[in-house]
């Protein structure tokens, strides 16, 4: 019997976000896996463990709402076990 591995999916579009995000939770002994656009995340196999999805809300082309919206139909995780988390780095203003 195959053992699968919880993982961590990153997508940013920001080079230094992704490259931070892998390091910390690779250092904390999460499977990561980490995509510069939601399109390019889409592309991949889906995974058939449980997952955790963290997105940058603002990216470029497919935002990260958008990729939160076409997930269910898109099966990237096909876990029932898996989470979505938004992220940003900017500051929301009133």
């Known amino acids: 019997m195959m053992t699968v ?7 940013d579009d920001d080079p230094s976000v992704r490259k931070s ?23 991949r196999e889906p995974y058939p463990g449980p997952c955790c999805l963290l997105q940058d809300v603002r990216m470029p082309g497919l935002t990260g709402i ?4 076409i997930l269910p139909r898109a099966a990237a995780c096909r876990s029932s076990s898996s ?11 009133p």
Do not use: C, K, M, N
């Open 66 to 69: 958008q990729l939160q919206g």
């Open 83 to 93: 989470a979505v988390t938004p992220t940003s780095g900017r500051a929301s203003r």
């Open 21 to 43: 995000l892998t390091r910390l939770l690779a250092s904390a002994d999460y499977a990561v896996e980490a995509y510069a656009s939601a399109r390019e995340f889409l592309a």
């Open 5 to 11: 591995v919880p993982h961590v999916l990153v997508v």
